[in-house]
């Protein structure tokens, strides 16, 4: 099977897990990581031993079939249009747009180019979701009557290694 080409764009706080998750992925071919600060692109490929390169060589690259964009929220679309411009399918870390309006700008653009883009949170289609849904649809547990949910987090300045990334214009989750 041949090996799908990864660029990733974007070397900050998140990139050391996806970078870490995809290592654990034969089928991927990490092409290269770029981010604007050279130096911080640099250290992340030393660290996971893959090329630093150059956002518009990730761009170039024919064997780069998938860009993952893990720039700040603010530029993800441009970084994303750029990407579909280039004839890359895209990955986005959360959010796609800042609003509705860039995200479906961003799927039509996609779909004119017959290409995919993705963004995260994608957990919803996690195992443990799949699973419970396909029990429920099943019958297993019968007719679902009500259905409760809670999510308790201490709060991101407690684990984020830069909490006030959250509080910028167009930055945090």
Known sequence: M???GIGIIGCGNISGA??????SFPILDIRGVADLNRELAEAKAAEFNVPARTVEELFADPKVEIIVNL?????????AMQAL????HTYSEKP??????????LAEAARAKNLRIGAAPDTFLGGGHQTARALIDQGV??????????????GH????PNPAFYYEVGGGP
């Open 18 to 23: 996806y970078l870490t998750a995809m290592a």
């Open 141 to 154: 547990i019968g007719q679902p009557v009500g259905g409760s949910a809670t999510f308790m987090c201490p």
């Open 85 to 88: 411009d280039a004839g890359k």
């Open 2 to 4: 041949d090996k799908v």
């Open 96 to 105: 796609l747009g800042i609003n509705f309006a860039e995200g479906k700008k």
């Open 157 to 160: 300045e407690r684990w984020h």
């Open 71 to 79: 720039t700040i929220p603010k530029a993800h679309v441009a970084v």
